[in-house]
């Protein structure tokens, strides 16, 4: 095997196996809530921390886990990280309480934040600059599927095997990753850092918290004062993080302020965020309405929406390739236009006449939005990123995904709650869309800057 050791190729699929195991825990968990409820006998409001827990934990630890992957190795933190996910699937899987299962979400959600940014950062540091692009763009595919393939797979294994083996699942992955890691992936370590800003950890760490844990919880209380307070406490924190981020550019900042000179960098970083709200914002209503007002059991709502997923796992690798030859741009623009009309299509179809076959052509489209708009955003957002720079830009790129994702959560609940529940549901459509026809404006009206070839080198 020591001839695959730092293969680019065997350490792009260590890397993406890693990455797809976290990004699915986000979504499969979703469609077990019932049965876990039955199962151990507790109330909503206990079990959806199970979901919450895991990303609260994640959103809030992320870019500190890319600096500590680049004062101790890429390699190291992506290999603690999946022994930390690992044996925390299997004691969510053998939980045999609520209290149980939410505390091992939560050190789940805590290895997950040390995988994640690493990938990105390994990849950038194994692959060559005219190989960069594509490898980026895989990554990125693997993010759109997993978000996808959640609902589908979580409602199999849930028919077929019950709610715990939606954990138990990660198990012999983690091995395997594992294993892998070991094998194929060197000790690559870029943009070495001396010490890690332990002020600028903490402030960022509370702004994070306070601000997500807002965004999850209001809903749930009702948009109380206090909520609206932790939020602002929460935004002061995040001024005061960045003041004092300013005043450490020159000594190993937790974020460089360099990284938003590429304004590449800047716009596919924000657009991460929005298609983060947008995939939840459209999953999420649309696998309630086929369980909640179609009767679909788990298995038969994860299928209907099985379309979508493997539209985009098809078209990804495709995706990949055009956008070497047209530009990742123009494939971005193409995919966010794609997304957001067979969204459309899904709202205008949601009915009480509906079928789930009714929604088989839309999801396909949705699909090839997906696939298209995934695989070159990473890529695009990382090409003027120097690699001393990747494990920063890596932990920023991944927060900013994870924190749209937290608020297309928050205000899909909130869109669907109001009115009856197709107007909810049509609602909560809608907000996507809106976020998708922005998105494409504004990628559509700015153009990009050339970069050096330095500064992808």
């Known amino acids: 095997m020591t001839k695959w050791r730092g293969n680019p190729w065997a350490v792009l699929a260590t890397l993406s196996l890693g990455f797809f195991m976290t990004l699915l825990d986000m979504t499969i968990v979703n469609i077990a809530i019932p049965d876990v409820m039955r199962s151990l006998h507790t109330g909503l409001d206990q079990v959806v921390w199970t979901v919450g827990g895991y990303t609260l934990v994640l ?11 680049d004062l101790r190795g890429q390699r190291t933190l992506f ?69 996808l393939t959640g609902p589908t797979l979580g409602g199999m294994l849930v028919s077929a095997a019950g709610w715990r083996w939606v954990f138990l699942v990660n198990v012999p992955v983690g091995v395997l990753v594992l294993v892998m890691t070991a094998l194929f992936v060197p000790d690559v370590r870029t943009g070495r850092a001396h010490r890690l800003d332990l002020p600028g950890v903490l402030l960022s760490s509370a702004a994070l918290t306070c601000l997500t844990f807002g965004l999850m919880e209001g809903d749930r209380y009702g948009w109380d004062l206090w909520i609206w307070g932790l939020m602002a406490v929460g935004a002061l924190l995040g001024v005061l993080f960045l003041r004092h981020q300013a005043g450490r550019q020159d000594h190993e900042p937790l974020i460089p302020f360099e990284l938003f000179q590429n304004r590449g960098f800047a716009l596919m970083t924000g657009l991460m965020g929005v298609i983060g709200a947008a995939l939840i914002g459209a999953v999420l209503p649309l696998g309630l309405f086929l369980q909640e007002q179609l009767g679909l059991s788990a298995v038969h709502a994860g299928l209907a929406l099985a379309p979508s997923p493997l539209v985009s796992l098809l078209v990804s690798p495709l995706a990949g390739r055009m956008s070497d030859r047209v530009g990742g741009r123009r494939v971005l623009l193409a995919g966010l236009l794609a997304f957001a009309t067979g969204l459309a299509l899904v709202a205008l179809l949601v009915g009480g006449d509906a079928h789930a076959w009714t929604f088989t052509a839309p999801l396909m489209l949705m699909g090839l939005g997906t696939g298209c708009m995934i ?3 990473s890529a695009e957002a990382m090409r003027g990123v120097p690699p ?22 928050a205000a899909t609940t909130a869109l669907m709650a109001v009115g009856g529940p197709l107007t909810g549901v049509h609602l909560a459509l809608a907000l996507p869309i809106v976020l998708l026809a922005l998105a494409a404006g504004a990628l559509a009206l700015t153009r990009p800057r050339p970069t050096t070839a330095s500064a992808t080198a």
């Open 375 to 377: 695989a070159p955003l």
């Open 59 to 69: 959103a809030v630890l992320l870019v500190t886990a890319a600096r500590l992957g």
């Open 79 to 147: 290999a603690a990280g999946v022994v930390v996910f690992t044996l925390a699937s299997a004691a969510c899987g053998l939980a045999p309480d609520a209290g149980t299962l939410i505390a091992a979400r939560v050190v789940q959600g805590i290895g997950a934040a040390m995988l994640t940014p690493q990938t990105m950062a390994l990849i950038i540091a194994t692959f060559p600059a005219d190989r960069r692009g594509t490898a980026l763009g895989v990554w990125g595919a693997v993010a759109g599927v997993a978000t």
């Open 388 to 409: 001393r720079l990747a494990g920063s830009a890596s932990g920023v790129s991944n927060s900013v995904r994870q924190l749209g994702s937290v608020l297309g959560t």
